[in-house]
């Protein structure tokens, strides 16, 4: 049985930081690609940030480009998504997901389809 639950969202102000954290807690000795992904009232869920399994590649979508980092530490079962200069336009539900990878895939992955391992979701929400 696999678990994703994400933290750290909260009600910040524009120019803000926050940094949201994301357990993955499975099997012994699993690899889990890892993406973010966010949600505003009314939108569908957007691609927001990615890792492969070791954290040796990333991605970002561009509006988040220069603001968001995506890291991980995999003894810790935890990928971060550090948040800086948040904007309003950046208040969503995000959410975390994960799908195992053998060590040989190096990938990330953009689309939400590929993941099969969600969260519940943390809110963040950013005011003017």
């Known amino acids: 049985q696999v678990q994703v639950e994400e933290s750290g969202g909260g009600p910040v102000q524009a120019g803000d930081s926050l940094r949201l954290s994301c357990v993955i807690s499975?099997?012994?000795?699993?690899?889990?690609?890892v993406g973010w992904f966010r949600q505003a009232p009314g939108k569908e869920r957007d691609f927001v940030s990615a890792?492969?399994?070791?954290?040796?590649?990333?991605a970002v979508e561009d509006s988040v480009q220069g603001r968001f980092t995506i890291s991980r530490d995999n003894p810790r079962n935890t990928v971060y998504l550090q948040m800086n200069d948040l904007k309003p336009e950046d208040t969503a539900l995000y959410y975390c997901?994960?799908?195992?990878?053998?060590?040989?895939?190096?990938?990330?992955?953009?689309?939400?389809?590929?993941?099969?391992?969600w969260g519940q979701g943390t809110q963040v929400t950013v005011s003017s």
């Open positions: 997901a994960a799908v195992r990878v053998s060590r040989g895939v190096v990938k990330f992955y953009t689309s939400p389809r590929v993941y099969n391992y």
């Open positions: 499975g099997p012994a000795n699993s690899q889990y690609a």
């Open positions: 890792i492969n399994w070791s954290g040796g590649s990333t």
